[in-house]
C-alpha cells in the first residue's frame, strides 16, 4: 500500500500496474512536477526519484540501490532500463560564476536528458543535463555522460566515449 500513500501525497505521480518499491525509497514530487513510472518498473531500496519538472520512466525498467534521479525541466528514461546502483542522472546543476556570490545563490541552468530504450547505465555512472544516450547503449561502471552517446555502443570513461558498436553476436 505504500504507492497508494504516495500517489495520495503527489497528485502529479502516475504509476503503472506492478510497480515495486524497495525499502527507503524516497520519492519527492515538487511544485507543478510530474512523475510516471510504466509498469513492472522495480525501484531498488534507498533509490532518490525527485520531479520537480517532467520525470518519464519507462515500463520494465530496473533502478538500482542508491541511484539518484532529479530532474528539474526533463528526464526520460526508456522502456526495459537497466539503472545499477549508485548511478546519478540530474538534468541541472549551478552556474558558476567568478563573483564572490556564493554558489548556492547563483542560480543552476537546466537542460533535459534522454535515456533511450534498452540502455544498460553501469555501476555509479554519473548522467549530466543535456544529453541523450542512445537506446541499446551500455555505458560502463563510473563512467561521467557528458556528451550524447550513439545507440547501439559500449562506452565507458570520464567523459563517457564509444569504444566499440554492439551487434545481434556475442562479444
Not at 514530487?29 to 517532467?54: F, M, S
Not at 534498452?118 to 551500455?138: D, F, P, Q, R, Y
Given at each position: 500500500?505504500?504507492l497508494?500513500?504516495?500517489?495520495c501525497l503527489?497528485?502529479?505521480?502516475?504509476?503503472?500496474?506492478?510497480?515495486s518499491?524497495?525499502?527507503?525509497?524516497?520519492?519527492?514530487v515538487?511544485?507543478?512536477?510530474r512523475?510516471?513510472?510504466?509498469?513492472?518498473?522495480?525501484?531498488?531500496?534507498?533509490?532518490?526519484?525527485?520531479?520537480?519538472?517532467?520525470?518519464?520512466?519507462?515500463?520494465?525498467?530496473?533502478?538500482?540501490?542508491?541511484?539518484?534521479?532529479?530532474?528539474?525541466?526533463?528526464?526520460?528514461?526508456g522502456?526495459?532500463?537497466?539503472?545499477?546502483?549508485?548511478v546519478?542522472?540530474?538534468?541541472?546543476?549551478?552556474?558558476?560564476?567568478?563573483?564572490?556570490?556564493?554558489?548556492?545563490?547563483?542560480?543552476?541552468?537546466?537542460?533535459?536528458?534522454?535515456?533511450?530504450?534498452?540502455?544498460w547505465?553501469?555501476?555509479?555512472?554519473?548522467?549530466?543535463?543535456?544529453?541523450?544516450?542512445?537506446?541499446?547503449?551500455?555505458?560502463?561502471?563510473?563512467?561521467?555522460?557528458?556528451?550524447?552517446?550513439?545507440?547501439?555502443?559500449?562506452?565507458?570513461?570520464?567523459?563517457?566515449?564509444?569504444?566499440?558498436?554492439?551487434?545481434?553476436?556475442?562479444?
Amino acid at each position: 500500500m505504500v504507492l497508494g500513500w504516495y500517489k495520495c501525497l503527489f497528485s502529479g505521480l502516475e504509476v503503472g500496474k506492478s510497480v515495486s518499491f524497495g525499502r527507503g525509497v524516497y520519492v519527492n514530487v515538487e511544485n507543478r512536477g510530474r512523475l510516471k513510472i510504466g509498469a513492472g518498473t522495480k525501484i531498488l531500496a534507498g533509490a532518490e526519484i525527485i520531479a520537480g519538472g517532467k520525470l518519464l520512466i519507462g515500463a520494465n525498467a530496473h533502478i538500482g540501490r542508491g541511484a539518484v534521479i532529479v530532474a528539474h525541466e526533463q528526464v526520460r528514461i526508456g522502456d526495459n532500463a537497466l539503472i545499477a546502483e549508485f548511478v546519478t542522472i540530474r538534468d541541472q546543476d549551478h552556474v558558476i560564476v567568478g563573483s564572490a556570490e556564493p554558489y548556492n545563490r547563483q542560480g543552476s541552468l537546466t537542460a533535459a536528458i534522454e535515456i533511450g530504450d534498452n540502455v544498460w547505465l553501469g555501476s555509479k555512472v554519473t548522467v549530466l543535463k543535456g544529453v541523450t544516450i542512445g537506446a541499446g547503449c551500455v555505458v560502463g561502471a563510473n563512467a561521467v555522460v557528458v556528451h550524447d552517446l550513439p545507440p547501439r555502443s559500449v562506452c565507458v570513461g570520464a567523459p563517457a566515449r564509444p569504444i566499440r558498436a554492439l551487434n545481434d553476436t556475442p562479444a
